[in-house]
């Protein structure tokens, strides 16, 4: 019998997951279907009834259940639980157990780029959900100093207790004028862009949070966003001599770590990450 792996968001008709994810499933002959399914909110409760129906495998979560779905689910580990957010459910003897790759993902991106977390100042720009993973990704690799700049200060402060103790969380207003940023960006060797400017196909694409001025030449830095051309952000830090890293990365490895805990196989990442930038430059 076929089996199911869902994507449960709202909207999810853009999302890359279905494309990479099938291509793996299909490499490996798993007899799995990848679906997308589109659930407004209220739905939220009838998709985890489906959840626990015969055939389901498990599950991916994104915006805007992921907070939801922690307090929905049977179990959830102690990652979950730090991060605030689950992005993995799998189904174990009628069980529903949840976790969060999107801190694996953040890791594996930055480490395929060459760049070391450990000890290193960092700069990250928003603070929304995917932050979240951002600042316990940066606390589990090591980091020694974070700035957190967001638009709304409120929220970046919401993100220091995630830090810890092992490293010093410091917060600054989104505001390229704003002296603490400046000085967080120019002894940074990472910044990380968080925020949803330079989504393509919205209002913002065109934008970028930080001038190119504020880049450093040899710092990483990392945009989660992602789209067929590089985002200003990227343009910008290229222009600076800094090295661009797309959102590609992490999305495709957050999905192999949740492959993994679905199948108990490893993930096949060349598959993957053609499939995802076969499916993006169509
Ligand atoms: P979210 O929770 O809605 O947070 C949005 C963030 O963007 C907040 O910090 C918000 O600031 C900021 N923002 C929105 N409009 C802004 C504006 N006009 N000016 C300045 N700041 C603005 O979204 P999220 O879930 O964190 O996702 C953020 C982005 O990361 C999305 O584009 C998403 O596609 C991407 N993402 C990528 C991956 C991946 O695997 N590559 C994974 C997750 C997310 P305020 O707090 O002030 O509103």
């Known amino acids: 019998m076929t089996r199911t792996i869902a994507l449960i968001g709202h909207p ?20 799995a279907r990848y679906e997308a399914w589109d659930v407004p909110a209220p739905d939220l409760p009838i998709a985890i009834e489906r959840l626990r129906s015969g055939s389901v495998i498990g599950a ?19 990652l979950a639980e730090r991060v605030g957010a689950v992005n993995t459910v799998v189904r174990r003897d009628g069980q529903l157990h949840a976790t969060n790759t999107d801190v694996a993902g953040v890791l594996r991106a930055l480490a395929d780029a060459g760049a070391t977390v450990r000890g290193a100042r960092v700069v990250l720009l928003g603070a929304g959900g995917a932050a979240r ?41 989104l505001d390229p004028a704003d002296a603490a940023l400046r000085r967080a960006m120019r002894e940074a060797s990472i910044v990380i862009q968080s925020t949803s ?29 992602y789209g067929r051309e590089p985002t200003p952000f990227l343009r910008y ?3 600076a001599g800094a090295q661009p890293v ?20 490893e993930a096949p990442l060349d ?6 930038r076969g499916a993006l430059s169509a």
């Open 60 to 78: 991916n979560v994104t915006v805007p259940h992921k907070v939801a779905m922690l307090g929905r689910v049977d179990h959830h580990d102690a």
């Open 237 to 239: 830090a290229e222009a």
């Open 12 to 31: 999810v008709a853009h999302s890359l997951s279905p494309r990479f994810q099938q291509a793996a499933l299909d490499a490996l002959g798993i007899d």
């Open 133 to 173: 993973a951002v600042v316990v990704a940066l606390r589990d690799g090591g980091a020694a100093h974070l700035t957190v700049a967001n638009r709304t200060l409120e929220r970046a402060r919401g993100l220091v207790p995630l830090g810890g103790d092992a490293i010093a969380v410091e917060v600054a207003p």
């Open 271 to 276: 598959v993957m990450f053609g499939a995802a």
């Open 246 to 265: 797309d959102g590609l990365a992490m999305l495709v490895h957050q999905g192999a770590a949740s492959f993994r805990i679905w199948t108990g196989a």
């Open 197 to 225: 400017l330079g989504l393509p196909h919205t209002a913002t694409a065109g934008l970028s949070p930080v001038p190119r001025a504020l880049f450093a030449r040899g710092q990483v830095a990392f945009d989660l966003v």
